[in-house]
């Protein structure tokens, strides 16, 4: 029995190659977001362990991979700290560091080098060794700086900057003059490999300390290497003994801890993110793996029931088409292990793009992932061909062996009442998510819509295949109408192809719902907060020097001009996002002040009602925040306002985040127009104050609101384009069950070409058939995406306070659709048309 399933399987070859596409696609996807991402953990565990020294000394309350959008905290340590440091006997070398923050790297032509992905990280120079005993720094060419006016820099930021060994290389400073320049002496990277995408700019010890504390002869960190049989805790204890109030020694295990922690939040939104689009890509092909058995064994009702006749079971023949699942599964997924380690390079070229470098080395196949994906394509190609093998053992002998045997469906009747109770249940999980504002009970809701809808496809969709067939009919008369006739001739199979599409622009169309809801939402938040005439600040809230405010504020037509600086603090041992605002704050922006005032001043502090309510905070309360050196700024609740985009959730006095050792620097210049100013005139000179710093913008209401909405349609595009591989999958399908639609009627298109239909009519009647189908899967997943668009919008109203319909991309779903289905008809349609018409006729 197995050396016939395997017969038979070979004597398919051409049928069960598109279902071993469904499967490799799907599974390769799922394989090359299993390499990229241990590629991605690697690469970080490789430059954090590789550049951790065994001890490190810092200020308290210190966040490692910060990325400086914090800002540069004024807390530093003397070279006599240093000093005592080195002379303890459980120490063999102690090093200080100066890691600055906000400088950034200019191209020769002036843009700017990085700043929107990985951090820019900057540092002094110093041949201390990681844990490893090994350099934390290696260099590839040139030399390490040891003078001022030198600087080393990574090999994709120099390649980037358009810099060789010996040109003078622009920075863009966080603090005084921005306009600076640095002789290009070396390219290094961290020892572990490349950099992730991170911008690295080397200086020596005292130029590093003239740019970051205006040549304060200080440290902010220390790096410590321990003597020979002295372990970390010995270390970090023996340290602790000497230094300063405010900072602390821990040991570089934690340090590389505390820095994979940090990172790997980042990393598990990147690999979930990936995984989902993954499942659906892998979901979408069990549904082709279904309808292609299913297909195959009706067609095959002959030969079963007469191998029953010959004595085969019911479980030998059911046996015979799991193996033949099996072999197929097996085969489909080696390939698609191989082709997994190639969607993984497109990945990480992808993402290189956006700023993340993945070491090409890590990249890599492991036997965790290999596992993985045969388990998954062999798991869900078994799953899905399961059903389809049992039908084909109850295939009974005698009424499939008679001439006229065709594959007659059961009723929908039972089909219809057990998916009407599943999709009242499904809206129940809905209305609750709605009710309680909670989208995860609506997406499983969605989730047991999508199944039903799937499965009830062959009654729910007759009225688009009727509808389509009176279209076509009349377009094209009776080419027309036969196809629609095929399409309506077997619901279920047409049904069931159209599902695969369908999943893919139903979650295509909620995705479009949201995206537009949320354009919509930002246009509300921009018309209702932005009450400033012109806003300067960076698209990633990065800091930047108070010379560009210095230069804007002498312009004629600027009328009133306020600052605000973001940081971060800690409050009750919690992470607490602050802005540092002046005294123009309320003259320029205006909130909705709950109790108290809106406007904080001395050691007054105004919070959000989100806030507030976190922590039983009233008007005259005390808020005590603890800044990185064990700073503290200890003052009162003055107000309590609504949550707004224009404040965090606490606001603070400019000359009070001075006071707790936060270097002061802008990072949002909101602007108002004297009166009679022109506008245009003003934005212009505006636009050329700030160009010395291109990592800022400068935006009026309008330009703010699309500079936003653009950062959300990039999502929405990345998004629709993982997405598209469901899309792809599923013309598979299509193309699929019409080629072995095309056999299955060999007879009846002979017959036709017979009485008078021509090649090109043959062609069109199964295009159109195609069309047919893909139209179905496009309604039907358009109508479910917008029903679960519009309510994760009702859920999410206190987010998306708006809700958007995206027309013109439902439309353009539409069109896709319909190429979709012409594509997929070409070689099935010309398969058709090639028929001799002798043989086709002769054909059983």
């Known amino acids: 029995m197995l050396r016939l399933t395997l017969r038979t399987l070979l004597a398919r070859k051409v049928r069960l190659l598109m279902s071993g596409l469904a499967i490799v696609l799907g599974v390769a996807f799922l394989a090359g977001v299993l390499v990229f991402s241990n590629a991605l953990s690697a690469t970080f565990d490789s430059i954090i362990n590789g550049s951790t020294p065994d001890g490190v000394v810092r200020a308290q309350d210190t966040d490692e991979f910060s990325g400086g959008v914090g800002g540069q905290s004024a807390q530093a340590m003397t070279p006599e700290v240093v000093a005592s440091l080195a002379a303890l006997p459980e120490v063999a070398r102690a090093d200080g560091d100066v890691a600055g923050a906000g400088l950034n790297l200019l191209a020769s032509d002036g843009t700017l080098v990085g700043g929107t992905g990985a951090p820019t990280l900057s540092f002094n120079y110093h041949d201390g060794p990681n844990m490893r005993g090994e350099q934390a720094l290696l260099l590839k060419s040139g030399s390490w700086p040891t003078a001022d006016g030198d600087v080393v820099l990574d090999q994709r930021a120099a390649e980037s900057g358009g810099y060789d060994l010996g040109d003078d290389v622009k920075l863009l400073a966080p603090f005084g003059d921005l306009d600076r320049t640095a002789r290009l002496v ?3 990277e961290f020892n572990g490999g490349g950099t992730a995408g991170a911008t690295l700019l080397i200086f020596s010890t005292h130029q590093a300390q003239e740019i970051f504390y205006q040549g304060r002869d200080v440290f902010n960190r220390i790096s410590l290497t321990a003597a020979d049989g002295i372990t970390q805790k010995e270390l970090v204890a023996a340290a602790d003994r ?4 405010g900072f602390e020694a821990v040991p570089g295990t934690q340090v590389a801890k505390d820095s994979q922690d940090a990172v790997g939040g980042f990393l598990d939104v990147i690999t979930i993110f990936l995984t989902v689009f993954a499942i659906i890509a892998v979901l979408v092909g069990g549904f082709i793996i279904v309808n292609t058995f299913s297909i195959l064994v009706a067609q095959r009702s002959r030969e079963l029931a007469l191998l029953r006749a010959l004595g085969a079971s019911r479980g030998q023949v059911t046996r015979s088409v799991l193996v033949e699942a099996f072999v197929l599964s097996l085969v489909s997924s080696t390939l698609a292990i191989g082709l997994g380690l190639l969607l993984a390079r497109g990945l990480a070229a992808m993402f290189r793009s956006f700023g993340l470098d993945i070491a090409g080395r890590a990249l890599d196949l492991t036997g965790d992932t290999v596992l993985t994906s045969y388990v998954v394509g062999v798991g869900v190609t078994m799953i899905a061909a399961y059903l389809p093998a049992r039908r084909a053992g109850r295939v009974a002998p005698v009424a499939a062996m008679r001439a006229d045997a065709t594959s007659e469906g059961s009723s929908l009747r039972r089909r219809t009442v057990i998916g009407g109770l599943v999709l009242a249940a499904g809206a129940g999980f809905a209305t609750y998510g709605v009710v309680d504002s909670d989208a995860l009970w609506i997406g499983v809701g969605a989730v047991l819509w999508l199944l039903t809808v799937a499965a009830l496809s062959p009654v729910i969709g007759r009225p688009v295949l009727a ?9 094209f008369g009776a080419t027309g109408r036969l196809a629609g006739e095929n399409a309506l001739r ?5 049904g069931a192809t159209a599902s695969a599409l369908m999943i893919g622009l139903a979650l295509v169309s909620t995705i479009g719902v949201l995206a537009a809801s949320l354009n919509a939402s930002i246009d509300d938040v921009v018309d209702d907060q932005f009450t400033a005439d012109l806003l300067v600040q960076s698209p990633a809230f990065l800091p930047f020097s108070t010379e560009i405010g210095d230069r804007i504020a002498t312009i004629d037509g600027v009328g009133v001009m306020t600052r605000q600086q973001f940081t971060s603090a800690r409050y009750d041992d919690e992470s607490v996002f602050v802005t540092g605002v002046d005294d123009r704050f309320a003259d320029v922006f205006d909130l909705d002040v709950v109790t108290g005032t809106d406007h904080p001043s001395g050691d007054g502090a105004v919070v959000t009602t989100g806030f507030a309510a976190d922590h039983d905070l009233t008007v005259g309360d005390p808020l005590d925040l603890s800044f990185p050196g064990a700073q503290r ?12 985009e224009v404040t965090s959730e606490v606001a603070v006095p400019l000359d009070a985040l001075t006071g707790a050792g936060v270097l002061r620097q802008d990072t949002s210049l909101g602007i108002l127009l004297a009166p009679g100013a022109d506008p245009r005139v003003v934005h212009d000179q505006v636009d050329a104050a700030a160009t010395p710093a291109p990592i800022v913008g400068v935006y009026d209401k309008t330009e703010f609101a699309d500079q936003i909405r653009g950062q959300v349609n990039q999502l929405l595009y990345i998004i629709y384009g993982l997405l598209a591989l469901a899309i792809v999958i599923a013309v598979i399908g299509i193309v699929n069950t019409l080629g ?13 070409r017979a009485v008078g239909m021509s090649r ?8 159109l058939e195609s069309v047919t189908i893909a139209v179905l899967g496009a309604v039907l997943g358009m109508a479910l995406g917008l029903v679960v668009g519009t309510l994760l919008q009702r859920a999410l109203a206190e987010d998306l306070t708006s809700l958007g319909l995206p027309v013109a991309q439902l439309v353009a779903f539409l069109v896709v659709s319909i190429v979709v289905g012409v594509l997929a008809a070409v070689i099935p349609a010309i398969r058709a048309a090639r028929l001799d018409v002798l043989d086709a006729i002769a054909n059983e």
């Open 186 to 188: 070396g390219i290094a």
């Open 740 to 752: 072995l639609s095309v056999i299955e009627r060999t007879r009846e298109i002979g017959l036709l």
């Open 490 to 494: 077997d619901p279920r199979r047409t």
């Open 633 to 644: 700024l200890r003052g009162e609740v003055a107000g309590i306002v609504e949550e707004s």
């Open 242 to 245: 000497v230094l300063p109030p």
């Open 760 to 767: 090109t009519k043959v062609r069109r009647m199964v295009t």
């Open 467 to 475: 509808g389509c067939r009176t279209l076509f009919a009349g377009l």
